[in-house]
């Protein structure tokens, strides 16, 4: 179980990586709550369709009732802020680096136990959080003067993805996965269409075939709804139950590796010599931070 789950999240952490760049085309048409809203609303029809095709078989045992609503919720509320302030960021920030300073949740899930679940952190962990700090800085300051807006924005957003590892993680072992992830990404999808109002978006496009039909749009629905939600989140939920939140912030460490390439494939986009170093940097210390620290073995003394 334990190749088949960390297969399945590398497939899950290829296809976030190279979506980046689908979503900021896409951003050229749709409001970015408008598109979460959108996206997270498909995501939920596709996976409503297997829950009720297997629903006559779990009877009314296959529910915890409110505490799996309260569960799914809480997931998804974490799951709303990353996607939100991701989707908004890209529209100062580019694909490459959103990627990369995304992917510091994963040096954040070690730190957040730690605050949260009372984990030690080791020194492996505080050396990987330093190295990506640094990391971050080359590639935020190194050439420009200020810190750009999208790049604090996809930082909240990397919080916001550490925490819903971690309340994941808390969840999937005793909560069933389909249905839980069923209610986090209604939620994400509810709470999107509410901000869309409250930002004053225009969300009337989604009516608009015009807009819908135009192919930066429709494939990055149908892709990111299908694969990069539905599937994912189902993946990620269902294989948290098999392994640890370590091991999933490992694993999730090559997203911004395939964002970088993704980028530099699609789009042909360059790197100056101070973010690459950076990248490296934050590359180095997520992985790093996840490697094990060997337990010093107990002297013994011995008689001579």
Request: glycine share 6%; hydrophobic share 55%; net charge positive.
């Amino acid at each position: 179980m334990n190749k088949t789950a960390d297969f399945s999240l590398l497939f899950v952490v290829f296809i976030w990586g190279v979506t980046f760049v689908m979503v900021q085309n896409a951003l050229s048409f749709l409001d970015p709550f408008t598109f979460n809203a959108v996206r997270f609303f498909m995501a939920f029809v596709f996976l409503l369709i297997p829950y009720l095709l297997t629903l006559h078989k779990k009877g009314k045992n296959g529910s915890k009732g409110l505490g799996l609503f309260k569960a799914g919720f809480h997931i998804g509320v974490w799951l709303f802020l990353g996607y939100g302030l991701q989707t908004i960021g890209l529209n100062y920030t580019t694909p490459a680096k959103t990627g990369f300073i995304t992917g510091l949740s994963v040096v954040m899930v070690p730190v957040f136990s730690l605050l949260l679940l009372k984990h030690r952190l080791s020194r492996n962990t505080i050396i990987g959080v330093a190295a990506a700090t640094i990391g971050l800085y080359l590639m935020t300051f190194a050439d420009r003067s200020n810190l750009n807006i999208g790049d604090l924005l996809v930082f909240l957003c990397a919080i916001s993805f550490a925490m819903q590892i971690i309340t994941t993680a808390k969840y999937a072992k005793t909560l069933p996965a389909l249905p839980l992830t069923l209610i986090q990404v209604s939620t994400v999808s509810l709470l999107s269409f509410v901000s869309a109002f409250i930002f004053k978006e225009n969300h009337s496009v989604i009516f608009s075939s015009e807009v819908m039909l135009q192919k930066d749009v429709w494939t990055a629905l149908l892709v990111t709804a299908a694969l990069a939600t539905a599937f994912a989140f189902f993946a990620q939920t269902f294989f948290q139950a098999y392994t640890t939140p370590t091991r999933v912030a490992l694993i999730f460490s090559m997203e911004p590796v395939f964002a970088a390439l993704s980028s530099y494939i699609l789009i042909g986009e360059k790197l100056t010599s101070a973010s690459i170093i950076g990248c490296a940097f934050i590359f180095l210390g997520m992985i790093f931070a996840e490697l094990p620290v060997k337990k010093k073995k107990p002297v013994t003394q011995g008689f001579s």
